[in-house]
């Protein structure tokens, strides 16, 4: 059963006369792996910045399972259980490893202000359990032997894997991921592929913008295109490959067949 | 989970048990101070226990959440002429009137925290520095024949049983009040709601990508931070008997702003030395006043410029140095 | 009605001196993301080196302001150079802040050990003689306030706008990094608007010494006025300012000449807070992001 879980109706958005997105309608299933692919400059971050209404869009409308979310607060949006990582890292660097993770837990957890203070026992089951899952994410990425350090101080690919640890800790319902494999090793990159799969399998929606073609190849259900702004095509691995708009967007005029 | 300064590398210099002897040999010292030392030792300790408290204060607000208050002698000013006022006119028992005094500071707080929370950075420096003077002219100038202007107010004197309270009394007293405003400090932030607030620090757009809604808490730690400056308010101007707009200076907030520096931004027990250390030092500068201004610029240059973490990686730094001048 | 235009010259004329500092502020604000806390103590500067050398009678008052001016920009240039390296770092806003506060309180401090805390000697650069306006007499220096103020900004707007070395400093306000690219040398751009901002603030301090009794601690209203003054008027415009200064300066005057003298700085406060609520990018608007 596909139930529909974010729906991306008709989106436009401008930057000073330049259009930036025009028209964009995306459908993101339950239970899937989607990518969003494009050449440099075609919107794809603009995209997410929209879906996280951390700019808001100039028409068209959102919604995730339903209701509608282009009318809420960023944090907002994160409540509803949408996740997202950074294209250039937003670690928090001068906090460990172990605190950045647990702030992933925020959106999952409730305990406020006086409860803190006063050490109610609420507190204190919500506070291991935050702890518990945390401990589980940074397994799962692997950074255990990293827990207290200086998440500023680790070498790029494991800040990375600090923010995905970060992100899927809640376990969001969806999970926005600007270019994961972005600046890592072939090592990495599989590492990190690998990951998602897992991820997936525990049943949280993926939604990654990629350059890598090999990760966006091998983990993808569907992909879309975006080129200038406009989507240019959607569909499957093998229907995107075979795509000549999409090849023409890439490679030039030169390299299309037809 | 480590303070905000990261500086877990604990040097194992000392082996635990002496650690603990050690430490166990500082709390009876603190515990017994007041018995062995002169009225001018004793005097001087509990103005730097003011100060560790206004730091702690503080620290939530500039320290956690990584906002100016350049006006905190504001706050400092409601909780003592809160208990002078209460005590004055309609003769509260001073308990109470601190409860009360602190109470209304954090809802003053939060009417305040509404017109300038939407304010980052400068805005909100010039906020609260416009906070912290309109308080301190309202009551040195303005309401004078309830304020009594710059002669200040008479409070009197704690009794039990009609024994008046002592310096000792009100020593343990601060102490109390200092281990209360740490353990909140500990408490909030190694909790959810403390991460929340270091993180607005950190990055506030990652930050809001987890769902933390930085208005709120800025709003919580700028409240909370008034309470505890109120409360040190109260504290002070009933030890001394006498509530006095020159308390409540400009150049006080800015000296509680240097304490939260020196101690290092951020840490809660960094307040608490950096608190004693400014307020101390203040008290020992009043017969050399006039270098008093130089010395807080130099101070708070040095710090920013050479140890931006407090004085704990001063001395951790200085340190390293000297084991790696001793290698070569 | 004489009392009224009394009073609506020097509030236009004490207003001009909060647009000056308000000006000195933007400058810097505008080229470099800083908030020179430190501006109300070049003010003191001013009135110091004015004291030292203008109102001892030792020197012609013509040096004497280019000394003025002199002593000024050193003070300023120094704050600059300990506040560079946050600036080129990008370091948070908090932190310049701060060491512009610092700096200012070292400079204070040094002054205030120099004339022990007391008042700066100051004195009368046009006679004892006030001007008449109607029936009341007027200390032409109010006058002289307004007519060097004028002069300045329009010196000011017109560097900026009009020149190429204005032009640079604009670029350089607005990305610093696209300014270096195209080749504009941005630590001395930087250095430069210090200069000329804190020139201005010393200026402002040796105009507004005879009207008042200058001690190194008068820096302090000064750069809170000045500062709201840059608010009101909006930060992006350097002319804002002196919009802002001139309103500032009159309420500040009509308040205390006709409602409550004692209450003045509530009536501030409270146009400040109204202000940050209902309009923070001040009355000319656009903040540069």
Partial sequence: MNK??????????????????????????????????????????????????FI?????????????????????????????????????????????????????????????????????????????????????????????????????????????ARALVSRPKLLLLDEPTNGLNPHETEKVINLLNKIHEQGINIFLIAHDMRTVMEISEKIYVLNFGKKIAEGTPEEIVKNQEVVRAYLGKEYSIA | MIERTALNMKKNILGKPLKLAFAGAVIVAILLFPIFSSRITLHFAMVG????????????????????????????????????????????????????????????????????????????????????????????????????????????????????????????????????????????????????????????????????????????????????????????????????????????SILILLAVVVGGVGSAFGAIIGGLIMFILQEILVPLAIYEMLAYGIILCIFLLFMPKGIKSGIISIANWFKGANRR | MDYFLLTLVTGVSIGCIYALVGLAFAAIFNASRVINFANGDLAVVGAFAASLFVFSGKVHPAIGFLLVLMLSIIAGLLINQLVEPSVRRKAPMINSILITMGGGLIIVGLIGIFTNFGYFRTGHLWGLKPLLLGKIRISPQYLAIIVVTAVLASAYWFFLNRTNWGLGLRVLGINPDMASLVGINTVRGRMFTWAISSGISGIAGFLIAPLIVPTALMGLPVVVNGFIAAVIGGFGHPL??????????????????????????????????????????????????
């Fill in chain 1, 4 to 53: 529909t879980l974010l729906q991306v109706e008709s989106v436009s958005k401008n930057f000073g006369g330049i259009s930036a997105l025009l028209n964009i309608n995306i459908t993101i299933e339950q239970g899937s792996i989607t990518s969003l692919i494009g050449p440099n400059g075609a919107g794809k971050t603009t995209l997410f910045n929209i879906i996280t209404n």
């Fill in chain 2, 49 to 252: 226990l003011t100060g560790a408290i206004l730091a702690l204060g503080l620290n939530i607000f500039f320290g956690y959440c990584g906002q100016i208050n350049f006006g905190s002698a504001g706050f400092f000013a409601i909780g003592g002429y809160g208990v002078a006022l209460l005590d004055k006119y309609i003769q509260m028992p001073y308990f109470a009137s601190l409860f009360l005094s602190i109470v209304i500071s954090g809802i003053i707080a939060f009417i305040m925290s509404l017109p300038l929370l939407r304010l980052r950075e400068y805005m909100l420096a010039l906020g609260t520095l416009a906070f912290g003077m309109a308080i301190y002219e309202a009551v040195s100038k303005g309401f004078t024949s309830y304020t009594g202007g710059e002669d200040g107010i008479n409070i009197s004197k704690l009794k039990f049983f009609g024994t008046p309270a002592g310096d000792t009394f009100f020593f343990y007293l601060f102490l109390i009040a200092i281990l209360l405003c740490y353990w909140v400090s500990y408490a909030l932030r190694n909790s959810r709601t403390g991460r929340a607030m270091v993180s607005i620090s950190q990055d506030e757009t990652a930050a809001t990508s987890l769902g933390v809604n930085i208005n709120n808490y800025l709003i919580q730690a700028f409240m909370l931070s008034g309470m505890i400056l109120a409360l040190a308010g109260g504290l002070f101007v009933k030890w001394t008997g006498w509530c006095s707009p020159e308390y409540f200076s400009l150049k006080n």
């Fill in chain 3, 240 to 289: 804002a300012a002196v919009t802002g200064g001139i309103i500032l300066g009159l309420l500040v005057q009509f308040f205390t000449a006709y409602v409550s003298a004692g209450n003045a700085h509530l009536v501030v406060f409270l146009l400040l807070l109204g202000v940050l609520v209902f309009r923070p990018t001040g009355i000319w608007g656009v903040k540069l992001q």
């Fill in chain 1, 56 to 164: 808001p869009l100039d028409s068209g409308s959102i919604f995730f399972r339903e209701e509608r979310i282009d009318v809420l607060p960023p944090y907002k949006v994160a409540n509803k259980g949408i996740q997202r990582t950074f294209q250039l890292l937003q670690v928090f660097k001068e906090l460990s490893v172990l605190e950045n993770v647990t702030l992933g837990m925020h959106a999952n957890s409730k305990t406020g202000l006086f409860p803190t203070i006063l050490r109610f026992p609420s507190m204190r089951i919500e506070e291991a359990e935050i702890i518990e899952q945390s401990m589980n994410a940074i397994q799962l990425v692997g950074l255990e032997a990293h827990i207290n350090d200086m998440a500023g101080q680790l070498p790029f690919g494991q800040q990375k894997l600090v923010e995905l």
